[in-house]
């Protein structure tokens, strides 16, 4: 009884939920203050000697540019592109995958894992080479390579959280369906296809802004004939041209701004689970 | 007439099964074609894959001699482990303080937890790159703090989000009352959480490690704006796989020795998938075991 009293007279005593306060604090250093000045550097110069003024310079400099808006437009095309191409592929995968009469148990899901724990820049390179082999090159076909390359690459990702929510459909509700006279056409279109919407935003979520911003992929593949954001953010900051980086960067996050909206209209909560389940 | 609607079921079953798995194999076999043929040319000298030109072991031995890729491999190994750590003990702590934290804390936390999650890797990457920059100018005297530290730190924060996601459904999942027994039984707040919550918890702090060693291993941009000297590379710049491939591949075809290692790489996840299966299987048969008793 003591000894209880004591402690909370100590003047610090220990909390459960002070354990927060240095994940807290690590996410605001580096992630809310970078991000903060992201958008300081966006909209500003600055003089010789290192001194900031406001300005929107970057701005203008981004809208009137054909070339970066080109390269904008040509980057949310290869990105819907990739993430139709991943979907029109990925599901039927995960369907079957997640079907218990096709696949019993988790090896096949994870054969599908595997490569991703091959260095991803290796297997960009190995998949150009085995390209340029084939007669398919960044010279004579560059968005052919590339888009292949693409969809390589997230295949993987798309996938798995379509499985993911695909094992978790309700069956009986499917059963229902086929027992009240729906053929298997229909019970996909107004059972299982809206049930696993979820996983299809969450799929598209994780391949449509990673090609958008992706670097390496076009680098490799095209051999450079094809500029996409990432590429022209990467350009800009080994230039040091900060201002006109960190405006792009700022459009990028717009960008993944409305795509976060767009997703949390879908589901809510549930998505990040998907995503942690990787293992 | 009903042993013919079920034999025709069956039949349909049938059909359905092998499609699904032709169609299965198919992807699954298009997906490995590049790891394939690196492994394959493994096995010869060639600079290039295409060329077959002799069976030979060189390619190993050239491997481990080559400092380069060996230094770059050991830089990578050591960055995901050291940040897979950090982000492992930072995720979990704040997964269970934001659990017990109050509502309106919560969703602030979760919120910035998301924000990582769903940003472009590379505008994570600029972000700190320009802090950096920005502190080195205004609060180092205009030093240069690159190095393995801001490294360090961009790996974590790739990672730290994704420790957490997986730590908080394991908390959600948990008995509320095991906590408040500990207590009851005379554990001090902080061993309750140590001896009663964390073994709750080991799953998901697990597939975190192993998804933080994951993100870690196979990043690149982050580590390109990052990155400074250090580590095993000394007076140079940091060089990982990623970059160190990068790299090469700019300027020619992967070079053969990378071949050898990707061959090493993949028995090696080979191995472990095996591991995990066998486990999985032996533990499910011992659970059925148990549930007849």
């Known amino acids: 009884m003591a000894r209880a009293y004591s402690k909370t007279k100590r003047f610090f005593s220990f909390k459960r939920k002070y354990l927060c306060i240095p994940y ?12 903060f000045i992201i958008l300081v550097y966006a909209f500003t110069g600055s003089t010789e000697d290192g001194a900031l003024y406001f300005s929107f310079d970057a701005f203008t400099s981004f809208f009137t540019s054909p070339t970066k808006i080109n390269i904008l437009v040509v980057s949310l095309f290869v990105g819907m592109l990739n993430t139709i191409i991943c979907l029109l592929i990925g599901y039927p995968v995960a369907y079957l995958l997640a079907n218990s009469k096709v696949n019993k148990n988790k090896i096949l899901v994870l054969l599908f894992i595997m490569p991703m724990w091959i260095n991803f820049v290796l297997r960009t390179g190995a998949t150009r080479d085995v390209l340029s082999w084939m007669g398919i090159n960044g010279g004579n076909h560059p968005y052919l390579a590339t888009m292949i390359g693409m969809v390589y690459n997230y295949l993987p990702f798309t996938i798995l959280p379509l499985y993911t929510t695909m094992i978790k459909l309700d069956k009986s509700q499917l059963e229902a369906a086929s027992d009240l006279g729906a053929n298997s056409f229909n019970v996909f279109l107004h059972n299982t296809l809206p049930q696993s919407l979820p996983g299809i935003v969450s799929a598209s979520e994780m391949v449509f802004m ?30 040091s041209q900060w201002n006109e980086g960190s405006f792009m960067a700022f459009v990028m996050l717009i960008l993944v701004g409305i795509s ?20 | 007439m009903v042993n013919d609607a079920i034999a025709r079921n069956k039949r349909k079953d049938v059909a359905f099964k092998s499609i699904g798995l032709f169609v299965i194999f198919f992807i699954l076999i298009l997906m490995y074609v590049p790891i394939l043929v690196l492994i394959a040319y493994s096995f010869t000298n060639a600079t290039n894959v295409g060329t077959w030109t002799g069976f030979s072991f060189d390619l190993y031995g050239a491997l481990f001699q080559d400092e380069e890729i060996m230094t770059a491999l050991g830089n990578t190994i050591i960055l995901a482990l050291s940040s897979s750590a950090i982000s492992v003990v930072l995720g979990t702590c704040g997964a269970i303080g934001t659990f017990y934290a109050s509502k309106k804390a919560r969703a602030s936390i979760e919120i910035v937890t998301q924000i990582p999650v769903v940003n472009a890797e590379i505008v994570i990457a600029m972000s700190l790159t320009v802090m950096f920059v920005f502190c080195g100018t205004y609060l180092f005297m205009g030093a240069n703090i690159f190095s393995f530290w801001t490294l360090l730190i961009g790996h974590v924060i790739l990672s730290l989000p994704f420790v957490y996601l997986s730590v908080k459904p394991k908390l959600l999942q948990m008995d509320p009352h095991i906590y408040e027994a500990a207590l009851d039984l005379g554990c001090s707040q902080g061993k309750a959480i140590f001896k009663a919550v964390l073994p709750e918890i080991m799953p998901g702090v697990g597939s975190g490690a192993l998804l933080a060693i994951t993100l870690s291993l196979d990043d690149f941009i982050v580590t390109a704006f990052t990155r400074g000297a250090g580590l095993l590379s000394g007076e140079k710049t940091i060089d990982t796989l990623s970059t160190l491939v990068q790299a090469k591949i700019k300027k020619g075809p992967v070079p053969p020795e990378m071949r050898a290692l990707t061959t090493l790489i993949f028995l090696f996840v080979f191995l472990i998938v095996v591991l995990i299966t066998v486990y999985n299987n032996v533990k499910a048969r011992r659970n059925r075991k148990k549930g007849r008793y």
């Open chain 1, 210 to 239: 990673p090609t958008l911003s992706s670097y390496v992929i076009s680098d490799t593949l095209s051999e450079g004939k094809i500029t996409l954001f990432g590429n022209i953010i990467y350009l800009n900051f080994s230039q």
């Open chain 1, 260 to 279: 976060m909206l767009v997703s949390r209209h879908f589901d809510r909560g549930e998505q990040s689970e998907r995503r942690g389940t990787l293992w």
């Open chain 1, 24 to 35: 807290s604090v690590f996410l605001i250093l580096f992630v809310i203050i970078p991000i």
